[in-house]
């Protein structure tokens, strides 16, 4: 395909005559259609990310305008840092969900917001050094099997989330029969339309709770009158963060599972595109470390690279940067709108209860299928103990308390996946009896 120059001034050049991408062909980070259908394209990633970009602040409670704000604003420093090579939406991590919730219970936002900081500068410094010596280290730290297993037991250990709100009363439990319309909701509009209208089912199911819940008169009636109230223009609220062990070591261990997204992102985006992306490894690191950095130390939900975004590139077959950074400054002005917010506060807990049933059981699942796609194999027993254990420590929430220092589920299954995969293959390597396809018949149970 043929490329038009733009003005010298303008880091992508003209695809084509900007009009259509003709079959086979793609539209490269380095390029962009007309500004028009750029507009278009990056007003398609707000949409994408939206619905899980919201859900995660709903949650843990966190200002969703606030949120919406540094996830625009991540999404350009990732830009700037990856040197427009990378596209990519940074988006609320559903990873930092139960950390959080667990830093605020013993220490409130500030607290929780604190752990956030930390685990950003940890995964920039990984960036760096990623940069500086490659990547092949992450791969043999985590390979596929311990990605799944971590990824596996984060949504396992959700679940009560979805039920009673981890304890407060709310979701499912609060309101059933909304929860379950809504979760209905959701699984017929992921069958019932085509295309991009299926990639926003989660959407679409909260919208038909919300609307449920307005008819039945289920709303808060103290966030129905903020809403009013709420401004048409302003700054979102900000909060500062608090810094302490506990709650640090509560979050830390989410920078394992922002490793494998990014990690994973990069080798998607590489694959569709057919550039070889891996010297920007080390920058996708960084980018999002310093963007979650950000969004901690004013009060917004850690980033991390969106495959509701890759859907609507694969779509689209536009991969172009400039289409981000329309996404990202659409975002930011979003984010300074408090009615905007406010409207989002008065979601109700059985459609948050509803729609969290699917996400989680989606992050859950979508560690079996990093297994699958990279074939683990489970007749190899270090493989099996080591996803069998990891995934019932964080399922069962294991909590062990050190004085002042509490470690949740997610920490001990994040510790216990690493720990018996090396420890195990270690001593495999030693012994000489390195494990390999069991060819004995399965246990009767």
Not at 167 to 196: D, E, N, Y
Not at 349 to 374: D, F, M, Q, S
Request: charge should be positive; charged fraction near 10%; proline fraction near 6%.
């Amino acid at each position: 395909m043929t490329q038009s120059p733009t003005s010298r001034w303008s880091p992508w050049t003209l695809h084509g005559d900007g009009r259509a991408v003709t079959p086979g062909d793609v539209v490269h980070p380095d390029e962009r259609l007309s500004w028009p259908r750029t507009v278009g394209v990056g007003v398609q990633h707000v949409v994408a990310m939206f619905g899980a970009t919201f859900t995660v602040p709903l949650i843990t409670g966190f200002p969703p305008a606030t949120t919406l704000f540094f996830s625009g604003l991540g999404t350009l420093l990732f830009l700037l840092i990856t040197r427009n090579r990378l596209p990519s939406y940074l988006g609320s991590s559903f990873a930092f969900i139960a950390p959080v919730l667990a830093a605020k219970t013993d220490g409130g936002i500030g607290a929780a917001l604190g752990g956030i900081v930390v685990a950003g500068v940890a995964l920039a410094l990984v960036g760096v050094v990623v940069q500086l010596a490659g990547a092949r280290w992450i791969d043999a730290l985590m390979p596929p099997v311990v990605t799944g297993a971590i990824v596996a037991l984060i949504g396992l250990n959700l679940a009560p989330v979805a039920w009673d709100g981890g304890g407060s009363g709310t979701g499912v439990k609060a309101q059933p029969l909304i929860a379950v319309i809504t979760l209905v909701a959701i699984l017929v509009t992921t069958v019932l339309f085509r295309g991009f209208l299926a990639r926003l089912s989660i959407l679409l199911g909260v919208v038909v709770g919300w609307v449920l819940a307005a008819l039945l008169g289920r709303l808060d009636p103290a966030a129905v009158t903020t809403l009013k109230e709420a401004a048409w223009v302003g700054l979102p609220q900000f909060h500062a963060p608090t810094f302490g062990l506990r709650a640090v070591v509560l979050v830390i261990p989410v920078i394992l599972v922002l490793i494998a997204e990014n990690a994973g992102h990069v080798k998607a985006v590489a694959a569709m595109t057919g550039r070889n992306l891996n010297r920007d490894m080390g920058r996708a690191f960084l980018g999002d470390g310093v963007a979650t950095v950000l969004a901690g130390a004013g009060g917004g939900s850690g980033n991390t690279t969106y495959a509701e975004n890759i859907g609507v590139m694969a779509a689209t077959r536009v991969y172009s940067t400039a289409a981000y950074w329309v996404a990202g400054f659409a975002a930011v002005l979003l984010g300074l709108c408090p009615k905007f917010g406010a409207l989002i506060l008065t979601v109700p807990a059985g459609v948050l209860g509803g729609a969290t049933t699917a996400l989680y059981g989606l992050i859950a699942v979508l560690g079996a299928r990093i297994w699958i796609e990279n074939r683990v194999d489970f007749h190899d027993p270090v493989n099996l103990m080591t996803a069998a254990v990891a995934v019932i420590v964080g399922a069962a929430n294991y909590t062990l308390t050190a004085g002042d220092l509490s470690f949740n589920g997610i920490a001990l299954g994040t510790a216990a996946a690493l720990v018996i995969y090396h420890g195990m293959r270690l001593i495999a390597h030693l012994r000489g009896t390195t494990p390999g396809p069991n060819p004995g018949p399965e246990p009767e149970l």
